[in-house]
């Protein structure tokens, strides 16, 4: 076992070497331009290129044609959200999403806020799930879009996603979600589902950064996005600019994988999650799961080790990588958005944990993490009460 471990496989995941090794080539020896179609090098990419749609199409339920490129999720949310209300802007200018969502969706609705449309922010339980009744509620013959993610980067929470579609589309209302987190972790399927566009980002499952999809759906209903960059017209004039080659023939690869890995993986990382859960309430007093208990990611461990500051605590265990919530919230330093919404009290926002497990996670990894939360977690509390005890006669004198 090697130091430091990797316990943050919610913020990245390191490049499958099977995904490293089909991206080479196309750096140096395949390295054509795909809109090239006069000669060999741009048919290689090309045809690279549509093989890596047509892969992730089919791990998806989807249609070659309806994978679009992108530079990750974040863009993808922006193009999704911002692309249909432009577009649709005739029909209505009413969007709904939920408290919880990730911050390229909260801040994609802030800025179309700004621009006079209508956003209503879905509360959700003390698991992080949302209303189906409160979703049917909030939709009115002005709304033209709802992004709900499919499983939460932070606590785990699975929503339901099929029934939220299926009211979407009961209701003519597009319906896009935020997969980043979940592909590979459960099954989807866009078209079972009801899901008119989602959101998927190759750093998250073993792929390169910088590339990631948005599956836009061709038919009942086709939906139509407004570009938000100009250019030559690339991915059915959705997005343009010069495809990157190597990075989508990565995510193609990556997905693969993770649809073939499926069953295995995802039966391992639910062991390795449930063996830290039940370890540390067997050992650890005073601790509260964040998300729900049973409809969650099979990696993800979102724990308040009440007492504690989690930020304490994690620099007492340096040698292993965990966190306290998104890592794409640069620099906040105010308590995670999404355990707000779970309305937790004050000193438990600041006690959280995030596990994040992923596929080169070893049992001997968790072992040894188990064993090092538990004895901090201990020391800590016998610090604290300590420094308490020594205050209060300090006081006293």
Same mark, same amino acid.
């Given at each position: 076992?090697?130091?430091?471990?990797?316990?943050?496989?919610?913020?990245?995941?390191?490049?499958?070497?099977?995904?490293?090794?089909?991206?080479?080539?196309?750096?140096?020896?395949?390295?054509?331009?795909?809109?090239?179609?006069?000669?060999?090098?741009?048919?290689?990419?090309?045809?690279?290129?549509?093989?890596?749609?047509?892969?992730?199409?089919?791990?998806?339920?989807?249609?070659?044609?309806?994978?679009?490129?992108?530079?990750?999720?974040?863009?993808?949310?922006?193009?999704?959200?911002?692309?249909?209300?432009?577009?649709?802007?005739?029909?209505?200018?009413?969007?709904?999403?939920?408290?919880?969502?990730?911050?390229?969706?909260?801040?994609?609705?802030?800025?179309?806020?700004?621009?006079?449309?209508?956003?209503?922010?879905?509360?959700?339980?003390?698991?992080?799930?949302?209303?189906?009744?409160?979703?049917?509620? !909030?939709?009115?013959?002005?709304?033209?879009?709802?992004?709900?993610?499919?499983? #939460?980067?932070?606590?785990?929470?699975?929503?339901?996603? !099929?029934?939220?579609?299926?009211?979407?589309?009961?209701?003519?209302?597009?319906?896009?979600?935020? &997969?980043?987190?979940?592909?590979?972790?459960?099954?989807?399927?866009?078209?079972?589902?009801?899901?008119?566009?989602?959101?998927?980002?190759?750093?998250?499952?073993?792929?390169?950064?910088?590339?990631?999809?948005?599956?836009?759906?061709?038919?009942?209903?086709?939906? +139509?996005?407004?570009?938000?960059?100009?250019?030559?017209?690339?991915?059915?004039?959705?997005?343009?600019?010069?495809?990157?080659?190597?990075?989508?023939?990565?995510?193609?690869? &990556?997905?693969?994988?993770?649809?073939?890995?499926?069953?295995?993986?995802?039966?391992?990382?639910?062991?390795?999650?449930?063996?830290?859960?039940?370890?540390?309430?067997?050992?650890?007093?005073?601790?509260?799961?964040?998300?729900?208990?049973?409809?969650?990611?099979?990696?993800?461990?979102?724990?308040?080790?009440?007492?504690? %500051?989690?930020?304490?605590?994690?620099?007492?265990?340096?040698?292993? &990588?965990?966190?306290?919530?998104?890592?794409?919230?640069?620099?906040?330093?105010?308590?995670?958005?999404?355990?707000?919404?779970?309305?937790?009290?004050?000193?438990?926002?600041?006690?959280?944990?995030?596990?994040?497990?992923?596929?080169?996670?070893?049992?001997? %990894?968790?072992?040894?993490?188990?064993?090092?939360?538990?004895? #901090?977690?201990? +020391?800590?509390?016998?610090?604290?009460?300590?420094? +308490?005890?020594?205050?209060?006669?300090?006081?006293?004198?």
């Amino acid at each position: 076992m090697k130091l430091p471990i990797y316990m943050d496989y919610h913020s990245t995941t390191p490049t499958d070497p099977r995904v490293l090794e089909a991206m080479l080539p196309f750096f140096s020896e395949n390295f054509g331009n795909p809109a090239s179609r006069q000669h060999h090098f741009g048919w290689i990419a090309e045809e690279a290129i549509e093989s890596s749609r047509t892969t992730i199409a089919k791990t998806i339920g989807a249609l070659p044609k309806e994978i679009i490129f992108t530079s990750g999720a974040t863009e993808s949310n922006n193009l999704a959200i911002k692309g249909a209300a432009e577009i649709y802007a005739q029909k209505g200018y009413h969007i709904i999403t939920a408290a919880t969502e990730h911050k390229a969706v909260l801040d994609s609705c802030k800025n179309l806020e700004r621009r006079g449309f209508g956003i209503t922010y879905l509360p959700v339980d003390k698991f992080g799930l949302i209303s189906i009744e409160q979703l049917s509620e !909030a939709i009115t013959q002005k709304t033209i879009l709802v992004s709900i993610m499919t499983a #939460n980067n932070e606590i785990g929470t699975i929503q339901d996603i !099929a029934a939220i579609g299926k009211l979407c589309h009961d209701k003519n209302v597009l319906f896009h979600t935020d &997969a980043a987190q979940a592909i590979g972790k459960i099954p989807i399927d866009v078209r079972n589902m009801n899901i008119d566009m989602m959101s998927v980002s190759g750093h998250k499952i073993y792929g390169p950064k910088g590339i990631g999809i948005l599956f836009v759906r061709a038919a009942n209903p086709k939906v +139509k996005l407004m570009m938000q960059m100009d250019g030559g017209g690339h991915e059915r004039g959705i997005r343009s600019g010069t495809p990157n080659v190597p990075s989508i023939v990565g995510i193609g690869k &990556a997905m693969e994988i993770a649809s073939l890995a499926f069953d295995e993986e995802t039966s391992r990382l639910k062991s390795y999650r449930d063996k830290m859960w039940n370890s540390f309430q067997k050992n650890i007093e005073d601790i509260s799961l964040n998300g729900h208990p049973e409809q969650r990611l099979v990696n993800n461990l979102n724990v308040n080790f009440h007492h504690v %500051e989690n930020s304490t605590l994690m620099m007492s265990m340096k040698d292993i &990588a965990v966190s306290t919530g998104s890592a794409c919230t640069t620099g906040d330093p105010e308590p995670s958005h999404v355990l707000k919404a779970l309305k937790l009290p004050s000193d438990r926002l600041h006690s959280a944990i995030r596990f994040g497990l992923g596929r080169f996670s070893t049992e001997e %990894e968790v072992d040894y993490v188990i064993d090092k939360v538990v004895k #901090n977690v201990q +020391k800590l509390r016998e610090f604290s009460s300590a420094i +308490k005890f020594k205050n209060q006669n300090t006081n006293v004198l």
